[in-house]
């Protein structure tokens, strides 16, 4: 079915997973073949343990990703247009829960659903070259892979209305101070910088890292008081791990804890 096998490129670097989108002449938009390559990656991820973190960014120096890809959309059927809307929204769901970290290190243009594959990121780091925004509207349609429920989510109504009803971009430096990135760097040290994140993350103990971005998420889309008891649950899990006992033997015989996440 591909016409591309190279859409999507891995690379692994110790316990981190690269992945980059590789349409880079296409400013890495999104077609069926990349959206099922991406499905690929994210349910093998799931059950592939000696991975902790997952970084996403785009080829080449111009884009992370354009959005969805207007030439083959031009293409579609009505029904087809659907089935790709309800497919990037299940795949960004599938990036969203994913049981540990996704970093979405915004190289350059990411626009629709290229701010959508951030947004569903747990992390968003950005180059300064970035410009990042829901520009859907102009077309004539609306974000459909959940940009319209994660933006106001992470940067507040207003902003995301705004952003959404003027289709207007940002770059890098708004994006952080928006709250839309965790953090902005020159375009050099783009990819250091997402990767020196990672390797922080993969010091933690593993399942306690997937326990917290549980609690964060579930928690966050309850009251306080459902969410204290699923921070309570989560806690419960990581008490009987030889991780856990792991951490307090390395402390006291103060050296670097190795974990194995059991
Ligand atoms: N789908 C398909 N092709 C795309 C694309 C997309 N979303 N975005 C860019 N491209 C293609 C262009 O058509 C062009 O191909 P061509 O040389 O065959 O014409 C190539 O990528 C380079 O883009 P270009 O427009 O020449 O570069 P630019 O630097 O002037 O502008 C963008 C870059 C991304 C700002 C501009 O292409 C754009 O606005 N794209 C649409 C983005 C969008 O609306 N996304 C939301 C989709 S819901």
Redesign the pocket.
């Known amino acids: 079915m591909s016409d591309n096998e190279n859409v999507l490129l891995a690379e692994d670097r110790g316990q981190v997973r690269i992945l980059t989108l590789n349409r880079p ?3 890495n ?3 069926f073949d990349m959206l099922q390559a991406l499905k690929a990656q994210f349910e093998n991820l799931r059950f592939t343990r000696e991975i902790r973190v997952v970084i996403i960014t785009g080829a080449g120096e ?2 992370f990703c ?8 031009a293409t579609l059927s009505e029904i087809q247009v659907k089935e790709f809307i309800y497919t990037i929204r299940n795949l960004l769901t599938d990036i969203e829960s994913l049981n540990k970290p996704v970093i979405s290190a915004v190289n350059g ?1 990411a ?4 701010t959508e594959i951030a947004l569903a990121s747990d992390l968003r780091v950005a180059s300064e070259r970035a ?1 990042m925004g829901l ?2 509207t ?2 004539a ?1 609306i ?2 892979g959940g940009g319209t429920q994660r933006l106001p989510r992470l940067v507040g109504r207003g902003k995301a209305k705004e952003l959404i009803f003027t289709g207007s971009r940002v770059n890098g430096k708004q994006a952080l101070e928006i709250g839309l990135v965790n953090r902005v760097c020159e375009p050099e040290r783009l990819m250091d910088e997402a990767v020196e994140l990672a390797e922080t993350i993969c010091e933690a103990g593993p399942i306690a890292i997937e326990q917290a971005k549980y609690a964060i998420d579930a928690g966050m889309e309850t009251d306080l008081h459902t969410g204290l008891a699923i921070e309570s649950n989560a806690y419960w899990i990581t008490i009987p791990t030889e991780d856990r006992t792991e951490g307090l033997t390395a402390f006291r015989e103060k050296r670097k804890p190795v974990y194995k996440g059991k």
């Open positions: 002449e296409m400013m938009a999104l077609n111009k884009a354009a959005g969805a890809d207007l030439k083959e959309r243009v626009l629709g659903g290229g410009s520009t859907e102009r077309l349609i974000p459909g």
